[in-house]
């Protein structure tokens, strides 16, 4: 069964803090790729990745960094959250570029 | 304008109904079309992959209009289960991107 799995379901922090979201995937996928998810907003593009050490940005890149240095890795990184970066993220991989997206249960963010 | 729109809803409907949704895309260009689904706190599933012909699977069909630039879900024999937010998901061949709607929020009530 194929998997995309991020490393925290529920987290807490502090404005000004450096948070790091993990997401691996199993499927060997070479795309990658981080949103955010806000009610009435819908899923909007962080990030995304078509091979390691390879990133574009997205639509709303301020704020957040990426790193991909292995193919089934990729993560996110908050330099210094801040309130409004509380958010759901997802994670999702794809085999190819308009192939099928699978999701990662997603990182809920709560930043104080 | 934004890239694919959805009317987000809230659709309430009795069990057993039949209910639609559409939603609209931009870019002419776009090649690949999907429905997701969406539980309440949980992550997108793909619902379908929506295919020039129209397709079909069980209770849901699938249709696209490339004239008018739509995709159609249609929910026949709605089932309690069916409750979820529907997204719709365009993407073009370049930039590897993937468009989502809002999404449109169905109850199905007993």
């Known amino acids: 069964d194929v998997k995309v799995t991020q490393s925290s379901r529920y987290l807490v922090k502090r404005t000004g803090e450096k948070v790091f979201l993990e997401c691996v995937q199993d499927m060997d996928h070479e795309n990658m790729f981080w949103y955010r998810q806000d009610p009435g907003l819908g899923l909007r593009l962080i990030y995304f990745?078509?091979?390691?050490?390879?990133?574009e940005k997205g639509d709303i890149p301020e704020g957040y960094s990426v790193s991909r240095e292995k193919k089934e890795r990729f993560s996110l990184i908050l330099e210094s959250a801040s309130t409004n970066q509380t958010s759901m993220y997802l994670c999702?991989?794809?085999?190819?570029?308009?192939?099928?997206?699978?999701f990662g249960e997603g990182s809920r963010l709560t930043v104080l | 304008r934004k890239e694919v729109e959805q009317d987000p809803g809230p659709f309430n409907v009795p069990e057993g109904a039949t209910v639609a949704f559409n939603c609209t895309y931009s870019?002419?260009?776009?090649?690949?079309f999907f429905w997701y689904r969406q539980d309440c706190r949980k992550e997108p599933k793909l619902l379908m992959s929506v295919y020039s012909s129209g397709n079909e699977d069980g209770r849901f069909t699938a249709q696209l209009n490339r004239a008018s630039q739509y995709i159609s879900l249609l929910i026949r024999d709605s089932k309690l289960s069916d409750s979820a937010t529907y997204l719709c998901?365009?993407?073009?061949?370049?930039?590897?991107?993937?468009?989502f709607g809002t999404g449109t929020s169905l109850t199905v009530i007993p």
């Open positions: 990745s078509y091979d390691v050490k390879m990133k």
């Open positions: 999702a991989s794809s085999l190819r570029a308009v192939g099928e997206l699978f």
């Open positions: 870019n002419s260009a776009s090649q690949s």
């Open positions: 998901v365009v993407s073009a061949n370049t930039g590897n991107q993937f468009y």
